[in-house]
C-alpha cells in the first residue's frame, strides 16, 4: 500500500469523530486506548501495534469539521496553527495546538514503514 486513503467521519449532533488511519478491514482492533495527554483521544490499535483510527470525543471532535488544510501520504493538518506539543504513540506523531497537548490538529506518520508507506522519491539538488 503506498496511498493511505484516510476516511473522516463526524457526528455533530454528538461530537464524536473517526480518523480511519487503516481502510477499515485491513487488521482487526486489538485495544483501543485513550492517549495518556488528551481524554479525548481515543487510539485504535491493530493486532500489527499501528493506529488504525482515531476516535475524537467533545472539543476534540470539532476539528473534523474543517476540510484539512493539508494532507500527504505521512501528515495530516486541519488548521495551520503553530504546533505547540506534541504526543508520540505507535509511529504517529499527534499535533496540538496548546502547550499542555489539547486542540488536536493533525498527525504525521513518524514510522512510515510500520504503516506499509513507500514514500514517494524526489529527486534531490545539485
Request: charge should be negative; charged fraction near 30%.
Amino acid at each position: 500500500m503506498n496511498d493511505l486513503k484516510r476516511t473522516i467521519t463526524y457526528d455533530q449532533t454528538i461530537d464524536i469523530g473517526y480518523i480511519y488511519l487503516l481502510p477499515p478491514g485491513i487488521g482487526t482492533i486489538k485495544e483501543t486506548i485513550e492517549l495518556d495527554v488528551n481524554e479525548c483521544v481515543n487510539a485504535d490499535i491493530d493486532k500489527q501495534g499501528r493506529v488504525a483510527g482515531l476516535e475524537l470525543f467533545a472539543k476534540e471532535a470539532e476539528v473534523l469539521k474543517h476540510t484539512p488544510v493539508y494532507e500527504d501520504e505521512l501528515s495530516l493538518r486541519f488548521t495551520d496553527q503553530e504546533v505547540l506539543s506534541t504526543y508520540h504513540l505507535s509511529g504517529i506523531e499527534f499535533q496540538f495546538s496548546t502547550p499542555d497537548h489539547n486542540g488536536l490538529i493533525g498527525i504525521t506518520i513518524v514510522d512510515p514503514l510500520r504503516y506499509n508507506i513507500k514514500r514517494k522519491t524526489r529527486k534531490k539538488p545539485f
